[in-house]
């Protein structure tokens, strides 16, 4: 399973890939992205199961990307991993084809719970 | 201005610690703020704007932000480098977006954290606006949150929200 994941932080990113190292993801299939541009240049490459993104990123950020990559995939995986929790911000990431949500902070089993639904244990 | 808004930033900080580090902080203190130097050594920086101006500024004492950083990455640091800087403006980010979600009247848009470190930086909020002060300890050592805006004169929101340079 090849993972793209898309988060200004680099924090953010070694909490998720930690995560994802635990339920059986290669190192090699996570390909990271620091904003939604060089994210959505990542994506055009082509071979990835599943997006995780953030949302407020320089550059590009994730709403748009993820509106990017629904024009280009109606069906892959976009998971938005994000501060924004207000109703409205929620319904926009719906309407924009989002997968699914999870709010920051998180505790390390919200995130493990969202990740486990998404990424096959058999990977 | 109504400084009861402080608490949602309260809250947010207690639920940000105690979810991503699992550690409880305290309030110790609140106050308007006199001087432009933060209460410590390592400041992360967000921008607010909506129906309000102004900014949030998270200051950590040098132990909270590298205790803060080494349990968010498994690593232990000793001094201050980027990867502890982007952990501190992470932390911040979270602070600030739990506290917009509860002031959803305010419109708020917050900018991405800028990260200030040294013993005797300044930061400077514009000119009329007195940030109120929260101090907090922690298992770690203290830190402290900043935040002052300006209210948005109703006539000027719709050049806000263009992102036209506004006097206020």
């Known amino acids: 399973m090849k993972i793209l994941l898309v988060d200004d932080s680099g924090t953010m990113r070694a909490i998720q890939k930690r995560c994802l190292f635990k339920l059986g993801v290669a190192e090699d299939d996570v390909v990271e992205a620091d904003n939604g541009q060089t994210g959505l240049a990542e994506f055009e490459k082509g071979g990835f199961d599943i997006v995780l993104t953030d949302w407020n990123m320089p550059v590009m950020d994730g709403l748009t990307m993820l509106k990017e990559i629904r024009s280009r995939n109606a069906d892959i995986p976009i998971i938005m991993i994000t501060t924004e929790s207000e109703r409205a911000r929620v319904v926009a990431a719906i309407e924009a084809g989002v997968s699914d949500y999870l709010v920051k902070p998180y505790t390390a089993d919200a995130l493990n719970a969202k990740l486990e639904k998404w990424v096959p244990t058999s990977v | ?168």
Not at chain 2, 80 to 92: I, P
């Open chain 2, 1 to 168: 201005m109504d400084v009861s808004f402080i608490n949602h930033f309260i809250e947010s900080a207690t639920n940000v610690f105690d979810t991503m580090l699992g550690v409880q902080i305290t309030r110790k203190s609140l106050s308007l703020k006199d001087s432009p130097a933060p209460t410590h050594e390592v400041s992360a920086i967000i921008g607010l704007s909506g129906r309000v101006t102004g900014s949030v500024v998270v200051s950590f004492s040098t132990n909270v932000a590298l205790k803060g950083a080494g349990e968010m990455l498994l690593t232990e640091f000793d001094d201050v480098n980027a990867e502890v800087v982007d952990a501190v403006g992470e932390l911040t980010n979270m602070i600030a977006g739990g506290a917009k979600a509860a002031m959803d009247n305010m419109q708020l848009s917050l900018g991405l954290p800028n990260v200030v470190c040294g013993k005797d930086h300044k930061i400077f909020f514009p000119g009329n606006v007195k940030p109120v002060s929260v101090g907090f300890d922690t298992p770690w050592g203290e830190m402290a949150i900043d935040v002052g805006f300006n209210e948005v004169l109703e006539g000027n929101l719709e050049a806000v929200a263009a992102q036209e340079t506004v006097g206020v």
